[in-house]
């Protein structure tokens, strides 16, 4: 069975940094681009940030110069640095993955649990 494990979140205060983490788990064939999307009350889910198989990267406009995104591709892990928080940062973080199960397998789209991110200020 193949799953996200999401883990780093919790509450820290404003200009504060948190690092999260998404361990893809499982039989694995191959993984495309790994995605960090978060969810605020009231909200729609948004994209935060991706990072391809090759390591490019993109950010929303609210989050660049503070969040960074990387992966580890031997241990099938992405992360995303957080650093100035603002309370406005505050949501649920989810770690989203294209993965294939085999090598003639497509890649399809798996969600993590998510995680909590609060921003006090």
């Known amino acids: 069975q193949v799953q996200l494990v999401e883990s780093g979140g919790g509450l820290v205060q404003a200009g504060g940094s948190l690092r999260l983490s998404c361990a893809a788990s499982?039989?694995?064939?191959?993984?495309?681009?790994m995605n960090w999307y978060r969810q605020a009350p009231g909200k729609q889910r948004e994209l935060v940030a991706t990072?391809?198989?090759?390591?490019?990267?993109n950010y929303a406009d609210s989050v660049k110069g503070r969040f960074t995104i990387s992966r580890d591709n031997a241990k099938n892990t992405v992360y995303l640095q957080m650093n100035s928080l603002k309370p406005e940062d505050t949501a649920v973080y989810y770690c989203?993955?294209?993965?294939?199960?085999?090598?003639?397998?497509?890649?399809?789209?798996?969600w993590g649990q998510g995680t909590q991110v609060t921003v006090s200020s």
């Open positions: 989203n993955a294209h993965m294939a199960l085999s090598v003639v397998a497509n890649l399809l789209a798996y």
């Open positions: 499982g039989r694995i064939s191959s993984i495309g681009n």
């Open positions: 990072i391809t198989s090759g390591g490019s990267t």
